[in-house]
């Protein structure tokens, strides 16, 4: 079953502004990922950030967690036309020897020259 | 860093035939590969958790029957599609996990399509 609800389904912005995208989730969480998928190819670890982390950085990345409200952020700034793709977050709840990775129905991010 | 190769990228088959796909970590060990399945515009819905030496565990929902799963080595597993129909076309992909603790990497996915 489908774990986290990105928000908004669809985003399209002009080059050098910034994008949020946002992540709910329902159930505890070791951590949280993000991905991003060009149309019709497999998926590209962006950045992780664990469940006792609040933000982290990545280049032109900013992702936040608040395990209190079970949500997550990803902030692209100064987009760029080649960041036009499908951005997921995938939420870990791995225990003991079961990993498991949940993906929520993502944001399709267009990023218009 | 890690690499995943998934084989084939594209592949047409006819009703009632089955189909192999192929997951090959290239320079990491791989306890536990993955199997998802992608709608066109929809997210990735885990199929099943293949654990290298044992029988893979399905998601609810999942016909163990129809996707065969085998995990023979700690670099290789495979999804068959046994018995295509239409309805089982979709994009497959596969992902694995370092069993040193690292991430998981995807595979670049395959297409498949049942005529």
């Known amino acids: ?62 992702v936040t967690l608040d395990t209190s409200k079970k949500s997550s952020s990803l902030l692209i700034t100064a987009s760029r036309a080649a960041d036009t793709a499908s951005y997921f977050c995938a939420t870990d709840r791995s225990g003991g020897s079961n990993y498991k990775l949940t993906f929520g129905k993502g944001t399709l991010l267009t990023v218009n020259p | 860093g890690a690499v995943v190769s998934q084989h084939p990228s594209r592949v047409i088959c006819k009703s009632g035939t089955s189909v192999k796909i192929e997951c090959r970590s ?11 399945r992608q709608f066109p515009k929809q997210s990735l819905m885990l199929m099943a958790t293949s654990n290298e030496g044992s029988k893979a565990t399905y998601e609810q929902g999942v016909e163990k029957d129809k996707f065969l799963i085998n995990h023979a ?43």
């Not at chain 1, 995208?21 to 969480?29: A, G, L, V």
């Not at chain 2, 295509?84 to 595979?107: N, Q, V």
């Open chain 1, 1 to 62: 079953s489908q774990q986290g609800e990105e928000d908004p389904q669809a985003l399209s912005i002009q080059e050098g502004e910034n994008a949020t995208m946002n992540c709910s989730y329902k159930t505890s969480i070791n951590n949280l990922q993000w991905y991003r998928q060009n149309s019709g190819r497999g998926l590209v670890h962006l950045i992780l950030i664990r469940s006792n982390e609040r933000e982290k950085h990545s280049g032109r990345l900013r």
């Open chain 2, 26 to 36: 290239l320079d990491f060990q791989a306890t536990t590969m993955f199997w998802y």
């Open chain 2, 73 to 115: 080595s700690l670099t290789l597993s495979t999804l068959t599609v046994t018995s295509a129909h239409p309805e089982d076309s979709s994009f497959y992909i596969c992902s694995a996990r370092d069993w040193r603790g690292g991430g998981y990497t995807f595979g670049s996915g395959t297409r498949l399509t049942v005529v």
